[in-house]
């Protein structure tokens, strides 16, 4: 009875002491394997820099993608200046909006009328004026967005150039 509990104490002792071995040559090998590894990532260095010749290329495309990302976020703030325009049933939602004057902004000009073709322009003063803005036509159902340039202080004229009946009046100051 006394000898199984000795034999047993003595059999785990040593699978301990072979899992510490185990464990020590892991961590040796490890270790080793570390010190390997770091050597030839210096040598991938120095590789790798006589190789920028071709990097460069690929560089220069992401270097493009960066302008464009900046440039879509002036685009889209903009002067942050947002009118939203509904054409339906052949008539504008709105008689009239404002804007600050020498100011760009956007037009998010909702075309309802499927199959209709509708646009804004903006005329100076009154109808029959110099042209400020002509916005694409296009057939509904569709929503575009035009960028409008800055306009002169005082009231101007905007209509559908298909629909002159559409019409209203534009504010800028
Ligand atoms: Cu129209």
Request: aromatic share 8%; glycine share 14%; with cysteine.
């Amino acid at each position: 009875m006394s000898v199984e509990p000795g034999a047993g104490g003595g059999a785990f002792l040593s699978r301990r002491q072979l899992l510490r071995l185990s464990l020590f040559a892991g961590l040796g090998a490890l270790a080793a394997a570390c010190a390997g590894r770091s050597e030839p990532g210096w040598t991938y260095g120095p590789t790798l820099a006589p190789s920028t010749g071709s990097p460069e290329p690929s560089s220069a495309p992401s270097g493009a993608a960066t302008p464009a990302a900046a440039s879509a976020s002036p685009s889209a703030g903009g002067s942050g200046v947002v009118i939203k325009i509904v054409a339906q049933n052949i008539k504008f939602d709105l008689a009239e909006f404002s804007v600050p004057a020498d100011t760009p902004f956007q037009i998010v000009f909702d075309n309802q009328d499927a199959g209709i073709p509708h646009n804004v322009a903006i005329y100076q003063g009154q109808a029959g004026g110099p042209t400020l803005f002509k916005g694409e036509i296009f057939n509904g159902v569709k929503t575009v967005t035009y960028d409008v340039p800055g306009l002169p202080a005082g009231n101007h004229y905007f209509q559908c150039d298909v629909h002159p009946t559409m019409n209203g009046t534009v504010r800028a100051g």
